[in-house]
């Protein structure tokens, strides 16, 4: 058989284990939420705040979804036509046009530019932001916190970008099968060890204080059956007024961490209900589920690319020999750009799942719905939530059911259990 009748082989199997691993894995049967419940529960909210919320989010969409435009077109503008290629070869200019000066600058150029050219949406949003008060840390902080996030980025393309050309080289023939298995080690590792690397780069995290929030969160740990370390405040508050809290790590690392927002706003049992979602995450293993999901579909993805890259129209269309060369980026980028924005629903989908799930656990760990639900007041208000979203805009990109679902879940569970 020759490496493309083992790369449809390839393919074949994992897009049978990726639907495997999705049934399995995936909290397809959601909680109860009654349209009934979320429309009593939309009453119940201030009509000034959920306003605030809508209007907030009205002031979002423009920018939001002129950085998704404009982001798909510089992708395709890039990989579609030979302009990219043309911009990684000029990246490799002052080097001779070595390979590897046009795989890691060449890909990082291509990289830059989309980023700058939707660069003024995310000012849009952090102006946004600074309008309504949810950002507290000015442009010279969102400037920063840009900065980092793009050296960091930078760092892992480069990375990934040497790593992946240097086994196009090596191997001509068969580095889809190399580059799909580099891939799902990829998501693996950025999955488990990117949190612990570049949580510190963005948070300063101190050990909560001994009292008795932090003796109850510790316990509702054990009792939960998910022991951590410790509980540790984030300073989110130098850049926000947004509340959260998560729990990261594995096994003897795991650590609960409460944003110091969530401290200030809530009171200590909304803070625990919070938590009790978040253990919620890590007794289900939802962080393997999305790896392994992940780590299935990034392998099955690179399959697929090798794949189309012997449909010549398309290399001509990027002026390009071969799809495993440098100058074939731009073309790879367009491609999983796009894959990226049909993808999105689905992902959408499994992440709010995935949350409903946590949110029964919250409520069967504390027992205690009339709590959850003014959490979920609290946190719609302070994060300036719109409580019951556009349908369209729910299902193309919500990661979370809506403020109403999660309130009418309470609700559900409370009239089930009669508490
Ligand atoms: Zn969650």
Redesign the pocket.
């Known amino acids: 058989m020759t490496p493309r009748g083992w790369a449809l082989l390839a393919l074949a199997a994992l897009a049978a284990a990726l639907l495997l691993a999705a049934a399995l894995l995936i909290p397809w049967a959601r909680p109860l939420a009654p349209r009934a419940d979320q429309l009593a529960a939309l009453r119940t909210l201030p009509a000034e705040q959920v306003a605030r919320g809508r209007a907030f989010h009205a002031a979002l969409r423009p920018g939001g979804y002129g950085a998704l435009a404009v982001g798909l077109l510089v992708a395709l503008a890039l990989g579609l036509t030979p302009l990219g290629a043309r911009l990684v070869e000029l990246a490799g200019r002052p080097f001779g046009d070595h390979w590897v000066a046009r795989a890691v600058l060449g890909g990082l150029a291509v990289v830059l530019v989309a980023d700058l050219l939707t660069l003024p949406f995310s000012a849009w949003r952090q102006s946004v932001l600074t309008r309504y008060g949810l950002s507290t840390h000015g442009w010279s902080g969102w400037a920063v916190d840009l900065l980092k996030s793009y050296a960091v980025s930078a760092v892992i393309a480069a990375l990934a970008l040497l790593g992946f050309y240097t086994v196009t080289r090596l191997a001509p023939r068969w580095w889809w099968a190399f580059g799909a298995a580099g891939a799902a080690g990829l998501v693996l590792l950025l999955s488990f060890v990117l949190p612990v690397l570049v949580e510190p780069v963005f948070n300063r995290f101190t050990p909560m204080e001994p009292g008795p929030l932090r003796q109850e969160l510790v316990g509702l740990a054990a009792r939960d059956g998910v022991p951590v370390r410790d509980v540790l405040v984030a300073d989110a508050s130098r850049r926000t007024r947004a509340v959260n809290a ?1 729990v990261s790590g594995l096994g003897p690392t795991r650590r609960v961490v409460v944003y110091d927002t969530l401290l200030r706003e809530a009171t200590p049992a909304e803070v625990t209900s919070v938590v009790a ?2 253990l ?2 890590a007794k289900d293993r ?1 962080v393997w589920a999305g790896t392994l999901l992940g780590a299935l579909g990034a392998a099955a993805a690179v399959v697929a690319l090798y794949l189309l890259g012997s449909w010549s129209a398309l290399l001509r269309l990027a002026g390009v020999d071969s799809i495993a060369e440098p100058r074939a980026f731009p073309l790879l980028l367009a491609l999983v750009t796009v894959v990226g924005l049909v993808a999105a629903p689905a992902q959408a989908l499994v992440s709010r799942l ?2 409903a799930r ?2 029964a656990h919250a409520l069967a760990l504390t027992g205690d719905p009339a709590t959850f639900e003014a959490m979920q007041r609290r946190l719609a208000g302070v994060n300036l939530a719109d409580p019951d979203p556009p349908r369209w805009e729910y299902l193309w990109s919500a990661s ?1 059911p809506s403020t109403v679902e999660r309130m009418a879940a309470a609700r559900a569970y409370a009239r089930e259990t009669g508490r």
Do not use: I, K, R
Request: hydrophobic share 20%; glycine share 10%; proline share 0%.
């Open positions: 998560y979602h978040e919620g995450h939802d995935v949350e946590a949110d979370h």
